[in-house]
Antibody
Framework: QVQLVESGGGVVQPGGSLRLTCAAS????????IHWVRQAPGKGLEWVAI????????FYSDSVKGRFTISRDNSKTTLFLHMDSLRAEDTAVYYC??????????????WGQGTLVTVSS | DIVMTQTPLSSPVTLGQPASISCRSS???????????LTWLQQRPGQPPRLLIY???NRFSGVPDRFSGSGAGTDFTLKISRVEVEDVGVYYC?????????FGGGTKVEIK
């Protein structure tokens, strides 16, 4: 079955860096665009970034542009989010989510359980 | 960016009764390809979101038929025909017509 498992979250000081990982299994990873979506504690969902199936296309929200970098390694079926210059407002659970193929595109059809990033001194 | 506005913020519902959630976008969600990329997601307590409905009214695989979506242009509705205990959670609309993808603020469905 489709599985997405995030890791790499933790506590980091303002201005610090962190790299999140999303390990995918149960589907042909290299055929699907993948997103990062975050959720601040007790708040709603915020889209962060997308990377195309082959890594050639990337798009970011304005709130993270220039600070976060999305990348993927299709040979290892793994997605990454490198986060620099972290701010308190980046504190959130970070989810990776698969973009639907086929008719349900661009819905997000499978989500990981999320990894918590806390930015605090 | 397209702003998505959901109402109500909270919807207390009696078991077995219907529930309705509205979502309005700040501009038309009709894409140049003719599709309207409006989806609905459910987030149960302590769980990641789950896709319910895509392109306004299409139920995703495994979604019960008590969930239905409707609307066009800038106004959309999610209806639950008879609320069950497992439907408790927060519901989000999301537009995928234009980047950045944007979500509504969420509507909490709870049992009275």
């Amino acid at each position: 079955q489709v599985q997405l498992v995030e890791s790499g979250g933790g506590v980091v000081q303002p201005g610090g860096s962190l790299r999140l990982t999303c390990a995918a299994s149960g589907f042909t990873f290299s055929n699907f665009d993948i997103h990062w979506v975050r959720q601040a504690p007790g708040k709603g969902l915020e889209w962060v970034a997308i990377i195309s199936y082959d890594g050639t296309y990337k798009f970011y929200s304005d709130s993270v542009k220039g600070r976060f970098t999305i990348s993927r390694d299709n040979s290892k079926t793994t997605l990454f989010l490198h986060m620099d210059s972290l701010r308190a407002e980046d504190t959130a659970v970070y989810y990776c989510a698969r973009s639907c193929g086929g008719d349900c595109y661009p819905g997000l059809d499978y989500w990981g359980q999320g990894t918590l990033v806390t930015v605090s001194s | 960016d397209i702003v998505m506005t959901q109402t109500p913020l909270s919807s207390p519902v009696t078991l077995g009764q219907p529930a309705s959630i509205s979502c309005r976008s700040s501009q038309s969600l009709v894409h140049s390809d003719g599709n309207t990329y409006l989806t609905w997601l459910q987030q149960r307590p302590g769980q990641p979101p789950r896709l319910l409905i895509y392109k306004i009214s299409n139920r995703f695989s495994g979604v019960p038929d008590r969930f239905s979506g409707s609307g066009a242009g800038t106004d959309f509705t999610l209806k639950i025909s008879r609320v069950e205990v497992e439907d408790v959670g927060v519901y989000y609309c999301m537009q995928g017509t234009q980047f950045p993808l944007t979500f509504g603020g969420g509507t909490k469905v709870e049992i009275k």
